[in-house]
């Protein structure tokens, strides 16, 4: 079965500045998906990124980038130019390619941001 | 265009009594969810669907049931509550394509005393 880890339960970060949260995944398939979702005080999930695994060029949105490294099983998320609205609960997760493509997630970061 | 829309957002239970989660997607989709939030911690897959009339059990699927008649709808059924099911529960729903967004509910809040 498929794990996730997330190393850092709180990181926080002045408002402007960069910030990288962490994420390990385990698994044995080669073809599969990993995402990062955010859980604000309202509890919504929204996807913030996601990143195939048979590319190799790291994913972009914006503010927000990913350092994918398939071989170490690696996927770490680059918050830059941080704004009071970035603070949440920011969740890694892993989607198999095949069968019910079931998300398992991490157990979240919580990410403060300092004015 | 609703999404997910999960019916009721709170809840208080007692002990020993029973409810059921309302979940509905108007999205279309084949493939629904049913997860768990304990406090500070990640989501649990409780049950799943992969379309109308086929379920399977997830991750904690004990003391939950679950059905799928139709595409649209895929309640959660919670018997004989226990403190234990005290959680945040979420519904959710994505195309049969693992790279494509799976969409939540707001969620319900749940509390059993």
């Known amino acids: 079965a498929q794990t996730v880890t997330q190393s850092q339960p709180e990181m926080s970060v002045q408002e402007a500045e960069t910030v990288t949260l962490s994420c390990t995944y385990d698994t044995s398939e080669s073809d599969y998906y990993l995402f990062w979702y955010k859980q604000p005080p309202s509890r919504q999930m929204i996807l913030v990124i996601r990143q195939e695994a048979y590319k190799q060029q790291n994913a972009t949105e914006n503010r927000f980038s990913v350092n994918f490294q398939k071989a170490a099983k690696s996927f770490s998320l680059k918050i830059s130019d941080s704004q009071l609205g970035d603070a949440a609960m920011y969740f890694c997760a892993y989607r198999s390619a095949r069968g019910a493509q079931k998300l398992v997630f991490g157990q979240g970061t919580r ?5 | 265009n609703a999404g997910v829309t999960q019916t009721p957002k709170f809840r208080i239970l007692k002990i020993g009594q029973s409810m059921t989660l309302q979940c509905t997607q108007d999205m279309n989709h084949n493939y629904m969810y049913w997860y768990r939030q304990d406090p500070g911690m990640g989501l649990k897959l409780i049950y799943y ?22 595409t649209e709808d895929f309640p959660l059924r919670l018997e004989l509550a226990a403190p234990s099911q005290t959680s945040v529960y979420f519904c959710a729903s994505s195309y049969q394509s693992g790279n494509t967004e799976a969409f939540f509910g707001q969620g319900t809040r749940l509390t059993v005393v």
């Open chain 1, 111 to 115: 990410l403060t941001i300092n004015p």
């Open chain 2, 49 to 70: 669907s992969v379309g109308a009339g086929i379920t399977d059990k997830g991750e904690v699927p004990n003391g939950y049931n679950v059905s799928r008649s139709t």
